[in-house]
């Protein structure tokens, strides 16, 4: 089996799997639209009283939060993902089983973590999505190409995201106990993607810091390119820059790792 | 309680007995899970006050949100501050003394309930005191800094009334998401892997009742008033103390109710779990 096909399969895997829980994906769907009604509402309030704030109109921010909704789960904001099994491996030295496999682990939990985000993108953003648009009035693209420089945006933000945790799990080699590391990452992450207000309604050095940190390429800059309010290239190269950055990070830290590991027998 | 007779003379073990010993055993289960929570002082501190930064990260939102206007539905800062501080104090309550009830459709799936039934004991009380979190006293302490800002904060007439309808906010709401808990742990023996909507009525009302009601549809303030009184927890006396009127037309003595909404809703959600622990069909693994 080729190496391309080895991953696809381990990504379809990944996707499968998510896509068994399908009454716990109809109750996230439930879950993501009352949250996205209680956001929704007050983003009008807060707009009504400030219109145009951080240079979103009313429709644009109410846009923003089924985006976000729709994210929510594809970009893991506010859970756990593939992070947390891999802590568990390596906390009971199962890594050491998957470091003697002929792939690569970095690749591996890459593949499989595209797939579950596919699915959550279908299962779980979809849906709020349309009820969003349906009772809210949107400001969504009426052409195709909009729609697909927001699907780039979202991919590369998905590798973020993944690169992000992959060097979370990673510092349970070290730490033993990945639960603290996680709830960090997990507090920075709604904070810093957006998730609690769009980074552009952030005031000041607060908001030009937000913007610049890795977590703004998970929310903000798909929304923004749908939105229209930011030029598709240069967030994709925004994106990217970061999604190499932390994948190389994570690689590196992986190295050190796994010259780490000592094998007990027995 | 103890005070109280059995209902049916001729049933010795009644509804007081059996609450009592319901007690009485999620009392021994959660001293146990504090015990063996705080053989590890240092993670308790760390995981504590992890609890307590998470969840001031809706309060750091408002903030935010005031950074860049003055008032949000016609509220300003600290009444929205008061609003808050009772819904996250109330939902601390709950969700620390029963926060656990939503593993419960984990322990359908995995057969693990059944060695709650075998017990002498309510199940009941069993699942509500499984792995009994005191790190949840960050939600509560979190709520509680909150609600101090909004009360020095206020400038309201403050009387005796208005004064104890703080404590009573807090017990009645703390009850209402109590059996908000119960009720969803109730639907999980049907839905068995659906807790996230239970996390939609109890994490999601917390989030709506710390905006003031006037920026909500009257469809949906309709819902949480008269369906699942979610509204008795803060709005309807919260409004009371600051003074405005509730959207819809509510007597002005019903901002006193709160603890008998709460104790009727828990009466509901306790028949509620009755029906869905008789519904239950073990899976047999």
New interface residues.
């Given amino acids: 089996m080729g190496t391309g096909r080895l991953y696809a399969a381990v990504a379809a895997g990944g996707f499968r799997r998510y896509a068994t829980y399908r009454v716990a994906t109809a109750a996230g769907v439930f879950t993501n639209t009352v949250f996205g009604f209680i956001l929704a509402y007050t983003y009008l309030a807060l707009w009504h009283e400030k219109p145009h704030l951080g240079g979103y109109d009313q429709a644009q921010a109410l846009t923003y939060v089924w985006v976000g909704q729709a994210m929510f789960a594809v970009m893991v904001l506010g859970s756990v993902g593939f992070e947390e099994e891999l802590i568990e491996r390596i906390r009971t030295g199962d890594i050491a089983v998957d470091l003697y496999r002929p792939v690569d682990l970095q690749l591996w939990w890459l593949a499989a973590d595209m797939g579950r985000a596919l699915f959550q993108l279908l299962g779980r953003g979809v849906v709020p999505m349309v009820c969003g648009a349906l009772f809210f009035d949107l400001a969504l693209p009426g052409g195709p190409l909009p729609w697909l420089a927001c699907l780039v945006a979202v991919a590369l933000g998905a590798l973020v995201s993944f690169a992000i945790r992959y060097i979370v799990a990673l510092w349970a080699f070290w730490l033993l106990d990945g639960a603290g590391a996680m709830q960090i990452t997990w507090l920075t992450g709604v904070f810093f993607s957006g998730m609690l207000l769009p980074l552009n309604v952030f005031p000041g050095a607060l908001g030009d810091l937000a913007r610049l940190l890795p977590w703004s390429a998970l929310l903000q800059a798909p929304a923004d390119v749908l939105l229209g309010e930011a030029d598709p290239w240069a967030t994709y190269a925004f994106q990217l820059t970061w999604a190499v950055v932390l994948l190389t990070v994570g690689r590196l830290i992986q190295s050190a790792a796994t010259r780490k590991v000592v094998v007990q027998g027995g | 309680m103890a005070g109280v007779g059995p209902e049916d003379p001729f049933d010795a073990y009644g509804v007081g007995d059996r609450v009592r010993d319901g007690l009485r055993a999620y009392r021994m289960i959660a001293a146990m899970w504090i015990r063996s929570t705080m053989a590890y002082r240092a993670s308790f501190a ?2 504590t006050f ?1 609890n307590f ?2 969840t001031s ?2 309060f ?2 408002i903030l ?2 005031f ?7 016609g509220f300003s800062l600290p009444e929205i501050a008061l609003l808050y501080g009772t819904s996250a104090v109330a939902f601390g309550l709950a969700d620390l003394m029963i926060g656990s009830m939503d593993r419960l459709g984990r322990r359908v799936r995995d057969g693990t309930l059944d060695t709650l039934l075998v017990r002498p004991v309510p199940v009941l009380a069993q699942v509500a005191a499984d792995k009994f979190a005191l790190r949840r006293l960050g939600r509560v302490t979190q709520g509680l800094f909150v609600l101090g800002y909004a009360l020095t904060t206020l400038d309201i007439a403050w009387t005796p009334v208005k004064a104890l309808m703080i404590p009573l906010m807090v017990c009645g709401g703390g009850l209402i998401f109590a059996a908000v808990f119960v009720g969803g742990a109730a639907f999980q023996f049907v ?7 239970q ?3 109890t994490y ?1 009302g917390a ?2 009742l710390q ?1 003031p009601p006037a ?3 009257k469809d ?1 303030l309709r819902g949480v008033t008269f369906v699942l009184p979610l509204a008795f927890v803060n709005w309807v006396p919260g409004l009371y103390v600051l003074g405005r009127p509730y959207p819809l037309d509510l007597p002005s003595w019903t901002a006193f109710a709160p603890p008998l909404v709460g104790v009727a809703c828990c009466a509901l959600a306790g028949l509620v779990w009755r029906a869905g622990l008789r519904s239950y069909r073990s899976t047999g693994s």
């Avoid at chain 2, 950074?67 to 539905?73: A, I, N, R, T």
């Fill in positions: 760390m995981t992890g930064a998470a990260f809706d750091v939102a935010l949100m950074s860049q206007v003055d008032e949000l539905g839905a068995q892997d659906a807790s996230e909507v996390n939609a009525f999601g989030t709506l905006y920026l909500f549809a949906l």
